[in-house]
């Protein structure tokens, strides 16, 4: 049976991050499915078919993907960032296990990319240099107080901390909130990354610490990095400061 | 002043995973640095230098570009994967802040690639589809007792792990008691992928349970994920299992 889903990451959003491997699947698939935005991306030819839907219709967007290509298609989701992080494998891989037995025959394939935490880090210098951490700040799939325990835990175990969808109209006061909780937990001083559209034309990067930040700072395009405790800043004459994580740690802080 | 250094991240080692950015930066650049194996992996013209160093040089190999860099040339430095995750652009900024001050004069620009952990999960699923971590398992530079307890807070927390650097020789018993404390922590049933080379030709991935887990399953180029209590397998006729982690999650697992 030939019949195949490739999902297809395309990386934070700059052509030149898009691996040429994600180039290659993007011109053997014959229909495409996904968020509108990510597939505004594409330059697709005339005889491939794009099927675009709304934020939030994963497992429908799922479902209509997968029965394409049980019908012999090539069909191709496409991703921003990594499709494995916070993205659309995950939801496919849900619909295969709840959907029809035949769909576990499709030939599934995942094509990584550069998801975006990677990209806002290369930015700034290297504030993912020591262990960290990445949380979907999302809490449509998941309880509140199960994100704040986890901030926590990380926050106490002194990882780097990735904040994906921080912010959006349905969700306004959770990242304050959090920024709230972390203040508990972590140096004033911590230095803060507000990362948005990192690698686009619209690009906007700011450097602040864990005492400035306000969720105002975000938007739904935005990864917000949040140092450790042993994250450091080295100023630079007429250029933004570097931000990095050392590869060492004493582990003498909490 | 024109002096520049870029850090390179040439992906997990399949060329088709080296994003177009990447490739410019290696045809600008006049002398590479890097541990001998990354630099390997280019295609130098006769007017390209490079400089192989071994493994665990890292500060030298820094100091070296970064003179190099300082004197004028274009430099690039290059890490296999992405280069801000327990790679070379953390060396270079703990070299920089070191080093003399006209060192922050020099254009550093850091060139996000594809990180095992993403390359890894994309040929299982998505076993990164929820709250994730990713740690250094070395103990060359952090205390062994620091790893066990950020193990423990985030397997508590319900991230899935990933763990880079598993072993080595100088490193034989490290990976074997990290099982013997997750499984401390995590159902006996928890997936374990052991992801080594992913997407190179001496690719080996094996999925395993928790209970079944053992240290020599691993060696140098392996990436080692955890799952949570949360991830799932999908079985699959004629077929390797999907491993993913869902989206959603209800919490009421600790």
New interface residues.
């Given amino acids: 049976m030939s019949s195949r889903l490739v999902v297809i990451?395309l990386?934070p959003g700059?052509?030149?991050?898009?691996?040429?491997?994600a180039s290659?699947a993007v011109a053997e698939a014959s229909h495409f499915y996904g968020y509108k935005p990510y597939l505004d991306r594409l330059e697709l030819r005339p005889d491939q078919t794009r099927v675009a839907s709304d934020n939030r219709e994963?497992i429908s967007r799922s479902n209509a993907a997968l029965e394409m290509a049980a019908s012999g298609h090539k069909v191709a989701m496409v991703s921003g960032g990594?499709?494995?992080?916070?993205a659309m494998?995950?939801?496919?891989?849900?619909a295969?296990?709840a959907g029809p037995k035949e769909w576990?025959?499709i030939e599934?394939a995942?094509?990584?990319?550069?998801?975006a935490m990677?990209?806002v880090?290369?930015?700034v210098?290297?504030?993912?240099?020591?262990?960290?951490?990445?949380?979907?700040l999302s809490d449509n799939?998941?309880?509140w107080?199960?994100v704040e325990?986890?901030m926590v835990?990380?926050a106490?175990?002194?990882?780097v901390i990735s904040l994906y969808n921080p912010i959006s109209k349905a969700r306004p006061w959770q990242l304050g909130s959090a920024f709230e909780t972390l203040r508990n937990h972590l140096p004033e001083t911590t230095p803060v990354i507000f990362g948005r559209a990192a690698g686009r034309p619209d690009e906007r990067i700011e450097i602040v610490t864990l005492g400035e930040a306000v969720a105002d700072m975000a938007d739904m395009a935005t990864c917000v990095v949040i140092g450790s405790p042993e994250t450091?800043l080295?100023?630079?004459?007429g250029?933004p400061p570097?931000v990095?994580?050392?590869?060492?740690?004493?582990?003498v802080a909490k």
Wanted: overall charge negative; glycine content about 10%.
């Fill in positions: 990451g990386g700059n052509p030149d991050q898009i691996t040429p491997e290659r994963e990594d499709p494995g992080v916070f494998a995950a939801a496919v891989c849900e295969i296990e576990r025959d599934l995942v094509i990584p990319g550069v998801t990677l990209a880090a290369a930015r210098g290297a504030p993912l240099g020591h262990d960290f951490c990445a949380i979907n799939l998941k309880p107080d199960l325990r986890r835990a990380v106490q175990a002194g990882f450091r080295i100023e630079r004459d250029k570097l990095y994580t050392p590869r060492f740690s004493t582990g």
